[in-house]
Each structure stands twice: as C-alpha cells, then as structure tokens.
C-alpha cells in the first residue's frame, strides 16, 4: 500500500507593499522650514513588504511576495534586489505609472521618520491576492502581512489566507484602525508600542501596559499579540499568560528596517516548526543586528549571521 508523503508547507508567503528607498543621514533632522547639509544619501529596495520578504529569504526559507510594481526606472532596483534575497518574484505584477517611493530621514542617534508614498502599492487588489494566495499556499503555512497596501484589502488578505489554513502574521504598521472582522482572522499580531497604543487606545509604556493592550487585541480574536518593546524586548501574550523575551543589546546605528528583520524571521521561524518563543528570540536577534547598519534591506542579516549572533550572545 502506497502513502502520499505530507505537503511540504515551510514556504512563506508576503503580501505586501514594494518601494524605492531614498534615504539621507544626518547629525540632526532639520526644524519645520529649515534646511540643512546632510552627510550621506542611499537608494535601495524598501517598502515593509519587500524589507520582511528579504529578511524571510535571507534566513533560508522559500519565500514568495504578492505585491506591484511599477514600469519605471526603480523597477529593475526591486526585482534584482528581491531575486538577490532568494525571493520569488512572479507574484510581483508590473504596473503602469511609478514605483512606491519612500523618503527616510536618520539623525546620528539613530532615529529615522518616513514619508511613505504608495503608487505602484495601490494597484493591488483581490483578483491578484487571490490568484497568488491559491498558488502559494500549498507550498506554505505562514502569511505575512502589513498596512502600507490599501487598507479596503486587509480583511480581504487574512480571511483567504486563513482559508488555506496559513498562519495569519499582521505587522499593523503604520498604525490605522481596522474592522473587527479582521482581528478575528489574525493569529499574531506584532505591534511595536506606539502601534499598541493608537490600536487599542493604552498608553503602552512598560510591560504590565504592553500586556494590557495584548489583551484588548485577543478579546478580539487575535490568536497571540507580539508587542514589541525596543530596548526592552518583546511581549507575548497569549490565553495562557505573558511572557518577556529579553532584548539583546547592540550598538545603533539606523533603526530603519528592525520591525520587518523581527516579521520575517519570525514567520520563517515558524514555518519552519519553530516554537512561538524560539522564533521571538530568533526574530530578536535580526531586528538587533539589523540596527547596527545602515539603509533597509542591505541592512537585513542572512541566517548565519543571525546564527553566529546568538551563538555569541549565548556563550557569552
């Protein structure tokens, strides 16, 4: 009697917005009308979308995106960026007009603001999502997702994910109220503390606050809340209680791109088997490392290196 062999689902899946990433470094950001010089200027692949599909297929898992493009002069910028990262691309559908574009600002402490610009991002819609998600999932068992895509699909996107049995992973960034439908169709959501404390209206501003809000996003529905705390780890928070992951420590020196290093790895991690929390602590280590360069995804590890971290953080 012959058996048919398990589905091989450790693929993950992103849906998600793609950009081109203008960034400029200064000591200083500039005051309201004021102009300043600045010390360097970069241009690479961006967009939360392509930054945590990079960050998933750095870590060695077989990643696709479901995203647009646009037929401009950064077209070739995203796609080679992306097939370099291992990516698979052909769920990424050239579009009429211009590319996302985002403009970066990083000040010597670090700290970076963004004025994300969608374009190309808002030709995505349900007909793509749906042909992409019915091609993948059975190769697949995570989903990520973000809310730089046009906000009238996010139900769209974790309901059909959630009906190829994916595990639905919502990074709710940037920060925007969503229908209750859909928190019943996520189950991790991973806010930072200001994403937190726009969503569920708590002030997130240390661990017993953080868990406060983790459960105002259970109450509706969501499976487990991942809030993220910068230098003070990560917050579990699921029906059974709350766990503190520690952070681990570094020298920054451009945050912009930690949040989707921490999704990426973190849905890799779980496609692959992982436990909730070894995946949190791997996800931790990438954010970690992925702070300590500069620009986006150039700045997202690959999983040696990942692995070497915290190979020294424990022998340390």
Not at 271 to 289: E, H
Request: aromatic fraction near 2%; proline fraction near 5%; charge should be negative.
């Amino acid at each position: 009697m012959s058996t048919t062999p398990a589905p091989d689902r450790t693929g993950v899946v992103v849906v998600g917005s793609v950009t081109a990433d203008l960034t400029t470094f200064s000591t200083r950001l500039p005051a309201r009308g004021e102009t300043i010089l600045g010390d360097e200027f970069t241009l690479m692949l961006g967009g939360k979308g392509a930054n945590q599909a990079v960050a998933a297929g750095r870590s060695g898992a077989r990643t696709s995106i479901i995203g647009c493009v646009g037929d401009d002069l950064f077209r070739g910028l995203v796609v080679e960026s992306l097939t370099a990262a291992g990516v698979d691309v052909s769920h990424l559908r050239t579009v009429p007009g211009p590319t996302g574009i985002a403009h970066i600002r990083v000040d010597a402490t670090a700290q970076n603001d963004i004025v994300m610009v969608p374009l190309a991002n808002g030709a995505l819609n349900a007909a793509q999502v749906d042909a992409g998600l019915a091609a993948l999932a059975p190769s697949a068992s995570v989903l990520l997702t973000q809310l730089e895509t046009p906000a009238a699909l996010t139900a769209h996107i974790t309901a059909r994910a959630q009906e190829h049995e994916m595990t639905v992973i919502l990074d709710p960034a940037p920060a925007a109220q969503l229908g209750e439908e859909v928190w019943r169709t996520v189950d991790i959501v991973t806010p930072n503390e200001s994403e937190a404390s726009i969503l569920s209206g708590i002030d997130v501003s240390d661990a017993a606050s953080a868990e406060r809000a983790g459960r105002w996003f259970l109450d509706r529905g969501v499976g487990t809340a991942l809030i993220t705390l910068a230098e003070h780890g990560s917050l579990v928070v699921t029906p059974e209680g709350a766990t503190l992951v520690p952070p681990l420590r570094v020298q920054a020196v451009d945050t912009t791109a930690a949040g989707d290093a921490y999704a990426g790895y973190l849905g890799a991690a779980l496609a692959g088997g992982s436990t909730l929390i070894d995946a949190v602590r791997l996800a931790t280590a990438a954010g970690a490392l992925t702070v300590t360069k500069q620009g986006a995804s150039p700045s997202l590890p690959t999983g040696a290196e990942v692995a070497a971290f915290l190979a020294r953080e424990t022998d340390g």
